[in-house]
């Protein structure tokens, strides 16, 4: 794990200095969040019989960074899934990180 992010913060180094960008990005903290209700949860087109499910997801934001937590949660047996997302976004060009679990 230490491994990786070294390795990941060489490239975001490496990239800031290939790319130096000027930004006026407003630096305002905003919160989301929301929570969906579905019948069935599919994943990449395959049906997990996972039954009734809900889905809740949170966003922290602040200028072009931003933390996004998404989970699914099944109400009739013990399908679970949890993904975080950490994405940084300036002038058209994103990077993002993303843990599923």
Do not use: H
């Not at 490239?11 to 903290?29: D, G, L, R, S, W």
């Not at 809740?56 to 931003?66: F, H, N, Q, R």
């Amino acid at each position: 794990m230490k491994r990786i992010v070294k390795t990941l913060t060489a490239a975001v180094c490496a990239a800031a200095m290939i790319f130096p960008v000027k930004t006026y990005a407003q630096n305002e903290f905003s919160v989301s969040g929301k929570a969906d209700f579905v019948s069935e949860y599919v994943w990449r087109g395959m049906d997990q019989n996972s039954g009734f499910s809900v889905q809740p997801s949170l966003t922290l934001s602040y200028g072009g960074l931003s933390l996004n937590a998404w989970g699914s949660r099944s109400l009739t047996n013990e399908a679970k899934e949890f993904d975080i997302n950490l994405s940084y976004a300036v002038n058209g060009f994103s990077l993002t990180v993303s843990d599923y679990w």
